[in-house]
């Protein structure tokens, strides 16, 4: 019985161990994807923080353009998270660790929405004869 009873303590304690675990993992799936009040806050963000670099709507000025959807330093939502927060050492792009994890997914969402859409560029191909 004594056994038993420090097999389950055993257990519940590598439980609780394993799921920060588990949650950390999930942080670089943006949790704000989509939603379109982040998307309005990421982009007042973005005027106050990022615009006198990347440009209006990301369309790059003394930084690269936002706009395309493709990122130098990593594609995934996670990677934009960590550039964001972290920066780009050696380049001009600094790191923003003030912002709250809130603001930067709001950031990430709203950079995600000034990408063309693949509807509209398969559309947009169709009509002008291209291959998209």
């Known amino acids: ?12 304690v590598g ?25 309005a806050a990421g ?5 106050q923080t990022c615009q006198s670099c990347h440009g209006a ?4 000025e003394r930084a690269p353009a936002l706009d395309s959807g493709a990122f130098t330093h990593g594609n995934d939502d996670g990677d934009l998270f960590h550039t964001i927060r972290a920066g780009v050492p050696g380049s001009q792009m600094p790191p923003f660790p003030a912002l709250t994890d809130e603001q930067t997914w709001q950031l990430v ?3 995600r929405s000034l990408a063309p859409s693949s ?14």
Not at 43 to 47: A, K, S
């Open 43 to 47: 982009h007042r963000l973005y005027d």
């Open 15 to 39: 439980l609780g161990l394993a799921s920060p675990l588990a949650q950390q993992s999930d942080t670089t799936r943006n949790p704000l994807a989509g939603r379109g009040d982040a998307v």
């Open 109 to 111: 969402t709203y950079l």
């Open 119 to 132: 509807a509209g560029a398969n559309a947009s191909a169709a009509s002008t004869g291209s291959a998209a």
């Open 57 to 60: 709507a990301g369309r790059g």
């Open 1 to 12: 019985m004594h056994m038993i009873r420090w097999l389950f303590v055993a257990g519940a």
